[in-house]
């Protein structure tokens, strides 16, 4: 019970309310933001700078952020909400410590994604408010940008204006940043020089980063829309990007389990010690990660079938053109995504047909429940599994996240009509790594027993073996490369879809095989099979 | 999947006359769970209008342990809060617990809210554990083997947006059309029917409030206002702990039946508009700016009238294990109550088993405080407040008794089914 004080009239708790920040200030205040991974918080921070804005995004989640967050909000958050506290208290008490709280509450400001959501999600920013409370740092500024808005205006001062080229530019870089991680994981896993992928990656982001922050100025309203949807700028450097891994050697004949990661937005795109590092152990564990892309969740975001109920409450003078403007808005975001796809000569993943997934999804998840990733779950659970493309699934549940825990239990009606379909829902709190680790791992066993029995029976299929395709490719070094495109044939292996395109496209047959007695048999398969 | 008694039923007839459509036989069962605490009287005025006969209504139990052990078993498929947790003993009591079979169980997914706060708040969604509650307790049921089907029961989930008024007679129409054989003038007559009886329960409710107010009023004796999401009514979620403080004499409140009354309203919001923190006594953006969710919007406001209303002198906040809703608003909501030296006790993580020996402990801490304080506290909020109280002086309203406080409490949908 609280201590009764004299009051001249009833005031008690208010809500945060971040003070101005001003035009003026600009160029003293830095931005804060995070919540992504390194690629995406790189481009973004060119994407800002390209602006103007000073901006930085606070240090990779670490495990003692869990403590920092724990510690200053009320008792049972989730996880992602415990580590994004934490990350942003561990910071400004570091910088508290360097330079003082009058300091660090005028050079930063906290810039974090909103959400008119059922879950956490859209109440975030009431625990980053009772974090600065704790810290005694009330006066420190954090802002929400809406992820449906491209234009917010100016916000609280005039310091930050959410417009077009600011949305744009920060959409642009996701794009950008997540099919760079595609590339990234389907390329790893097969390198042959190891640390290679990582020191192309690199320099890879930094080149985008130089691209988005000498992005031309195009005008702060349609303008820009237009130059962003039109231009081949982006393109053009993304074949740049290209040309920087195509000198990547890789091995494709790694016979490796592909696991698609899904689950909750924040726990799925992390790439560090919130979920255990996770993907990282996964490849270390023989397996090709599908990563998932921030852009999977933009699409959900903005389509309208989906989103229809997010406009109930719409004000438009004229629905049906409304409704028109956004289903072609969601017409061009994916031919934009393609096109950048395509200047990567396809290499990373399509965006999954939002309308399939709904369909998928359908009998175990309404499409229109609300929270976390709500139906994409099941419906790309099922995605990859009737279009094989992946062995398994790996689910990053975060502890006490409400929706996950809805679509986790709803996945058992999925797993009762698709027995077969290997899924790991693992449970993240942070600091239980070994129980979710090996849990996973017990499906990881399977999955792999999975894909050697495609490689192996890609080989019989086409009648080729090892010994043959290595001399194919010593002729051929271009399949080597990591940019040499393996299509999907039909197997959820990088290795089977491989050894099928061989044969297929190249007409790589069994002959070359200097053994005769490997050859006979080889040659009757391939008949049997081209 | 219609189960063949109702293609039966149902089936076309050759001749020119259109079907009448006797629904007087069918039996529904609706899991007496999460919202349908606070809009069971909509889906009792919805199905009488459509011809099913209230006694063919048929709501699951109160929650119990044992109810979860004989029906539930084995059906969880996640480890989460026990509102939600519960709901498979309440699916299997209607499913393998009635003497007189049901033929359908209804179990909507409820979106959003209507709330006294609608439109003084930027939305009234629901708990996404509320919403999707359904498809995760179903998944228990049909997981090996469809088991409504063995049953010879239709599963009948409409997703429903209780809360915006112009969308609810598609969405049912839509989803209820095989199931019911509905057109969709019979469905928007019985959407505004629901939509009567439950404004006329809420309205009732809220005068019964008033009621208990006024008496308080009038006396200078204290209430206690509950805090806590409509299903902790339910006896094994809240654990009937405000009925144990009621024993001792103490009138009860339930946030959800509060009253919006504009003359009390204006006068315990009067300052606060004056000073223009707020717009409307309705108006939370002064504590929570996230005003998405329905019942965390009710709890904060809640806590805003409690901080005011000089008779309430205590607030008992109740909140389930795991809920992820509640969890950021445990310290502003005790901020705020506290803040006028109104008592603030919090019954956090209720799970299945009730916590009696600490609950009694608590309690007669809580009745001893109750005792001591209540009068002073009375007098402060007066004085805070100006002096035309719109509750009455003379004795006119009814003195509070068990029963009508027990009323106020607003009445199990089961028993409230039985008035219909
Ligand atoms: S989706 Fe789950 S983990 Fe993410 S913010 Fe919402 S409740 Fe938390
Ligand atoms: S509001 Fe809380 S108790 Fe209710 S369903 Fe949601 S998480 Fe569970």
Not at chain 1, 51 to 63: G, K, T, W
Not at chain 1, 338 to 361: I, M, T
Not at chain 1, 367 to 387: N, P, Q, V
Not at chain 2, 165 to 176: D, E, M
Request: one cysteine or more; hydrophobic letters at 35%; a neutral charge.
């Amino acid at each position: 019970m609280g201590q009764f004080t004299q009051l001249p009239s009833i005031s008690h708790y208010t809500a945060y309310r971040p003070r101005p920040f001003t035009r003026e200030e600009r160029d003293r205040v830095t931005i804060l933001y995070g919540g992504l991974t390194w690629k995406h918080e790189r481009l973004m921070q060119g994407a800002l700078h390209n602006l103007q804005y000073n901006a930085e995004p606070l240090p990779n989640i670490a495990r003692d952020d869990l403590d920092a967050g724990k510690e200053l909000i009320d008792v049972g958050a989730c996880c992602p909400t415990i580590f994004t506290t934490g990350s942003l208290v561990n910071f400004l008490k570091r910088e508290v410590t360097l330079h003082g709280k009058e300091e660090v509450t005028n050079k930063y400001v906290f810039l974090t994604a909103g959400a008119c959501g059922p879950c956490r999600f859209g109440q975030y920013h009431e625990s980053y408010a009772m974090a600065l409370d704790g810290l005694g740092l009330r006066d420190f500024r954090l802002f929400l940008l809406a992820q449906d808005e491209l234009d917010q205006g100016s916000n609280g001062g005039g310091g930050l204006d959410i417009n077009m080229p600011l949305s744009l530019g920060l959409i642009w870089a996701i794009l950008c940043a997540d099919l760079l991680m595609d590339l990234e994981y389907m390329t790893r896993p097969y390198e042959i020089n190891p640390g290679q992928t990582e020191r192309v990656l690199k320099e890879s982001v930094e080149y985008l980063y130089e691209v988005f922050r000498n992005r031309p100025d195009h005008g702060k309203k349609y303008g820009a829309l237009a130059w962003h949807l039109l231009s081949n700028y982006f393109a053009r450097a993304l074949r740049e990007v290209r040309k920087k891994w195509d000198v990547i050697e890789v091995d494709r004949l790694r016979v490796k389990a592909k696991v698609k990661v899904t689950g909750e937005f924040w726990l799925q795109t992390h790439e560090g010690e919130g979920n255990y590092n996770i993907k990282r152990w996964l490849e270390q564990e023989d397996s090709e990660v599908v990563p998932p892309p921030v852009a999977v969740w933009l699409h959900y975001l903005l389509h309208p079938t989906i989103r229809k109920l997010e406009h109930r409450n719409s004000k438009a003078k004229h629905p049906h053109a409304q409704a028109l403007a956004l289903h072609t808005l969601e017409r061009i975001y994916r031919a934009t995504y393609n096109r950048l796809r395509r200047a990567l000569a396809n290499l990373p993943n399509e965006l999954p047909d939002q309308e399939e997934l709904k369909r998928l999804a359908e009998p175990f998840y309404h499409f229109e429940l609300r929270g976390g990733e709500g139906h994409m779950l099941i419906g790309k659970a099922l995605h990859a599994y009737h279009h094989k493309k992946a062995h398994m699934i790996c689910e990053l549940s975060p502890y006490s996240c409400m929706p996950n825990t809805m679509s986790i239990g709803a996945m058992a009606n999925v797993i009762g009509k698709y027995p077969d379909l290997l899924y790991a829902p693992i449970e993240v709190k942070g600091d239980s790594e070994v129980h979710a680790l090996s849990r996973c791992q017990m499906i990881l066993t399977e999955a792999k027993m999975r894909a050697q029995a495609e490689f192996e029976d890609a080989l019989n299929k086409t009648g080729l073996t090892a010994e043959v395709i290595r001399q194919y490719e010593a002729q051929h070094p271009k399949v080597r490369s990591a940019t040499y495109r393996v299509p999907h044939l039909g197997y959820a292996g990088t290795a089977a879809n491989y050894v099928l395109h061989l044969a297929r496209s190249c007409r790589l047959r069994p002959e070359l095989s200097q053994d005769p007695n490997d050859r006979r048999e080889g040659e009757a398969r391939t008949a049997a099979y081209v | 999947m219609p189960i063949p008694i109702l293609q039966t039923w149902f089936a076309k007839k050759h001749s020119a006359a259109p079907p009448i459509k006797d629904r007087s036989q069918l039996r529904v069962g609706i899991p007496k769970v999460l919202n349908i605490w606070s809009t069971h009287q909509f889906w009792v005025g919805f199905l009488k209008a459509l011809g099913i006969s209230p006694e063919n209504i048929i709501f699951s139990s109160d929650t119990s342990e044992e109810q979860g052990r004989e029906f539930g078993k084995g059906r969880g498929t996640v480890d989460c809060c026990y509102p939600v947790k519960c709901m498979s003993g309440h699916y299997g009591e209607l499913i393998f617990g009635q003497k007189k079979k049901i033929n359908i169980l209804l179990s909507p997914m409820i979106h959003s809210l209507p709330s006294i706060l609608h439109g003084h708040v930027v939305d009234t969604v629901t708990c996404t554990r509320v919403m999707a509650g359904p498809e995760n307790i179903k998944a228990g049921f049909m997981k090996e083997n469809d088991v409504f089907v063995e049953n010879g029961i239709v599963y009948a989930s409409p997703f429903v947006s209780l809360g915006d008024r112009q969308l609810v007679s598609g969405q049912l129409y839509t989803s209820l059309k095989d199931i019911l054989n509905l057109d969709p003038d019979e469905t928007e007559r019985a959407v505004q029917a629901g939509y009567q009886a439950l404004e006329n329960f809420t309205t009732r409710a809220r005068q019964r409030s008033r009621e208990i107010l006024a008496w308080c009023a009038q006396n200078q004796k204290p209430c206690i206002l509950v805090l806590a999401r409509p299903y902790h009514m339910d006896t094994g979620i809240g654990h009937e702990i405000e009925a144990e403080l009621q024993a001792h004499g103490y009138p009860i409140l339930w946030l959800q039946y509060l009253p919006g009354d504009a003359d009390l309203m204006n006068w315990l919001f009067a300052e606060d508009m004056r000073k223009g923190r707020i717009k409307t006594p309705f108006d939370i953006s002064d504590v929570w700016t996230s005003s998405y969710s329905s019942n965390t919007n009710e709890i904060m406001w809640g806590a805003k009238v409690a901080a005011r209303c000089p008779w309430i002198t205590c607030v008992i906040r109740l909140s389930s294990y795991e809920c992820g809703m509640d969890q950021p608003t445990y310290t502003p909501t005790q901020k705020i109550v506290e803040a006028t030296g109104t008592l603030f006790f919090k019954f956090g993580d209720l799970d299945s088993t009730k916590p009696a020996g600490s609950i009694k402990i608590r309690v007669e801490t809580i009745v001893h405080y109750l005792a001591k304080y209540s009068g002073s506290i009375i007098g402060r909020k007066l004085s805070w407040l100006s002096a035309d109280c719109p509750l009455p002086r003379t004795s006119r309203e009814r003195t509070p008794t068990r029963a009508m406080a027990d009323e106020a409490r607003a009445a199990e949908p089961k028993q409230l089914v039985v008035l219909h």
